[in-house]
């Protein structure tokens, strides 16, 4: 299961969740430094973290982290989400770029060894691999035609609180909101000129609008979109929605009733967000 959307958008904390429910294996912050062997460090995660081998507690300081707070997509605990980045530009032919074509990853892209790794994953620890995959917001056909069976969480939010929380990000992170934040995209030159607000809405937008139009080629039955807001609200009916999508049966909802949309906006700011908002409509 690969979760796209835009920067800011609740991705890190729907990760978060979704890992406590244990229905999935995922990237964590200890798997992540196994990236260039992943199957081997999750064997290694396993002995080190899987219960059925933690004798008299002696590795009992390997625990799942309860703490739902993260910095920047940074989390705390060495079982906590990942965003694993660096297991995915392995397989690039140019690491560096954030921006190509499906064509350009059809032809020069490591898929043979990258499937074999996520599916080595998947057979140690035997449960589906979920994974962020905003690295491939503007590639989603190419990622239905390589990986079998998988399936597309896409994590939306609303976009005064979103463009709200990117720039925010960049004056913590970068020192300056003026400062590009997260991956390049295609339109990045076209929006390069303008203010921040403005530049931010339309790096949302444009994120937003490739996701969309990328999901319109995948199955119904392998595709969900999760409003930030309604999952905060209401985490167990997205749970219900998720098994229901992927036809499980028996799986039982034990985490969070709810979790709280703490940001606040300003009416002046709100005014001018909405407006720079107005501008990508």
């Known amino acids: 299961m690969l979760v796209v959307g835009p920067m800011r958008s609740g991705t890190t904390l729907f990760m ?18 196994f990236y260039q062997a992943p199957i081997i460090g999750s064997k290694i995660q396993l002995l080190l973290t899987d219960p059925r081998y933690n004798f008299r507690d002696e590795l009992g300081e390997f625990v799942q982290s309860t703490v739902y707070a993260s910095e920047n997509g940074k989390t705390l605990g060495a079982l906590s ?16 770029r954030d921006v190509w074509t499906d064509a350009e990853l059809r032809q020069s892209m ?6 074999a790794e996520l599916s080595g994953m998947t057979n140690v620890f035997q449960k589906p691999f979920a994974a962020k995959a905003m690295l491939f ?6 990622l239905d035609s390589v990986i079998d069976r998988v399936a597309f969480i ?9 463009i709200a929380s990117v720039l925010d990000a960049r004056r913590r992170q970068l ?9 390049d995209i295609p339109e990045k030159e076209s929006l390069r000129e303008l203010e921040p607000v403005a530049q931010v809405a339309g790096q949302i937008h444009y994120i937003n609008q490739a996701i969309e139009r990328g999901l319109q080629s995948v199955e119904e039955s392998r595709k969900m979109t999760v409003q930030y ?53």
Request: glycine content about 6%; proline content about 6%.
């Open 16 to 33: 978060q969740w979704l890992s406590r429910t244990g229905l999935f294996a995922y990237p964590t912050n200890l798997l992540s430094r």
């Open 81 to 96: 989400p990942n965003e694993f980045w660096y297991f995915w530009r392995r397989f690039l032919a140019e690491p560096g």
């Open 110 to 115: 490591d898929t043979r060894t990258m499937l």
């Open 137 to 142: 917001n503007y590639n989603i056909p190419f």
């Open 154 to 162: 896409q994590v939306k939010r609303d976009p005064l609180t979103n």
């Open 175 to 183: 020192g300056d909101e003026r400062h590009w934040y997260s991956f």
């Open 229 to 281: 807001e309604d999952f905060c609200a209401n985490p167990k009916a997205v749970f219900d929605t998720l098994v229901n999508k992927l036809g499980w049966q028996d799986c039982h909802y034990t985490g969070a009733e709810r979790f709280d949309v703490s940001r606040q906006i300003a009416p002046e700011q709100s005014a001018v967000i909405a407006s720079a908002v107005g501008r990508f409509a």
